[in-house]
């Protein structure tokens, strides 16, 4: 019923940008929160960036400063502004979204969209 869909991965070098899309489609009624999590090979999955609808936000250390995070909640979008890219931000990185309720919902529920690869070389 609910999909998210990423977009705007790709390959950079050590120190470009990179602008990461997510649109939520679906009969969405209201999405609590937005967010970005990322997946290395051999890592768990980690928390990037959050955003509320009141625009409560929360970054991961490793990207505070460098990483920023918006939302448009007319389009049920999240974004994803990635500045001065290091190796280490290599990886799958996924939308969510939490607190989703449908026209059809008697409760929210969570969401995940497939990810785009994300790949910083040195």
């Known amino acids: 019923q609910v999909q998210l869909v990423e977009s705007g991965g790709g390959l950079v070098q050590a120190g470009g940008s990179l602008r990461l899309s997510c649109a939520a489609s679906?009969?969405?009624?209201?999405?609590?929160?937005m967010g970005w999590y990322r997946q290395a090979p051999g890592k768990q999955r980690e928390l990037v960036a959050r955003?509320?609808?009141?625009?409560?936000?929360n970054y991961a250390d490793s990207v505070k400063g460098r990483f920023t995070i918006s939302r448009d909640n007319a389009k049920n979008a999240v974004y994803l502004q990635m500045n001065s890219l290091k190796p280490g931000d290599t990886a799958v990185y996924y939308c969510?979204?939490?607190?989703?309720?449908?026209?059809?919902?008697?409760?929210?529920?969570?969401?995940w969209g497939q990810g785009t690869q994300v790949t910083v070389s040195s």
């Open positions: 969510n979204a939490d607190g989703v309720l449908t026209l059809l919902s008697v409760r929210t529920a969570d969401y």
């Open positions: 679906g009969s969405i009624l209201n999405i609590n929160a």
């Open positions: 955003i509320t609808t009141g625009r409560s936000i």
